[in-house]
């Protein structure tokens, strides 16, 4: 019964972690008015939240600023951090199956997918009509799914330290 349900989590996550990755693949090949558009509708959401609370805090001066901090930390580095998330929880829970399985190599095959991807997203970007690729994405990207994949990294090194110590307790 463990085994089914540890599959059956392993292929939720995977769907996630897949079908996240393919969404961030999705928005690079967006073209720049509909890409725009798009962040213009978060943005727009945003914004009225925002300016519920605190009355023209998002105004006509500030609002060029504001969409490139929504864009850069909801549309990068936000995807990014989930997909680095997603994908590295997929790789260790697919991984959970092989018995002489080393987890510092899911850790970077992981990180190296989380490079890839970002380097992906902007080098697509150089064949979007109203795209160009920017460095500073790549690194706001990678800089995202490090965060994300860093925080499943520790969770899991707490859980296998958990379940060494309760082996240990058993032993003795």
Known sequence: MQNKRHLIFTIVVSALALAMNVFIIVQACLNGETSSSSSGFLVNILKSFINVFSKETINEDNIG???????KLIGHF???????????WSIYLVTC?????KHYMG???????????????????????????????????????????????????????????ELEEKVQ
């Open 65 to 71: 600023t504001f969409t490139t901090v929504v864009r």
């Open 78 to 88: 936000g995807f990014f951090a989930l997909s680095g998330a997603l994908t590295t």
């Open 97 to 101: 199956y092989f018995k002489k399985y």
């Open 107 to 165: 850790i970077i095959f992981s990180l190296c997918f989380g490079l890839f991807l970002s380097g992906l997203t902007e080098l697509i970007q150089v064949f979007v009509p109203g795209r160009g690729p920017q460095i500073t994405d790549v690194l706001i990207d990678f800089g995202g799914y490090l965060l994300g994949a860093g925080i499943v990294i520790l969770i899991l090194a707490i859980h296998l330290r958990r379940k060494e110590i």
